[in-house]
């Protein structure tokens, strides 16, 4: 079992990720503060040149992650048993395999400010 509260998880350059099996799970929450306020996951931005990292989420396990999956420059691949939750996804691809239920929920996601200092990244 994997538990973060206030946790930005940085994947580097070419990482992948594969979640799967029949463990007990993940639960994370995003900062609340900070560079990295509201954003669970994060894969860097620039892949090797023909490179689409992959990031797969599935298994028998929990997955509850609030704040932003961020994956601009890879695949998104959600799978195993229903019932995972996400609060906001951003990626350049997103696929599901098998049968699966996954929940946007919008939780750990920073209430939307306006001024001359605030910025939102929408893709």
Known sequence: TVVGNNVTLFFDKDVELDISGSGAGMTLTPPDSGTFLGITMFSHRF?????LPKFKIGGGGIFNAGGVTYVPKGELVMGGIPGKQMGAIIAWQANTEGTTGFTVTGEGIPPL????????LVE
């Open 113 to 120: 400010t306006t001024g001359p200092d605030v910025a939102y």
């Open 47 to 51: 892949p090797s040149a023909g490179k």
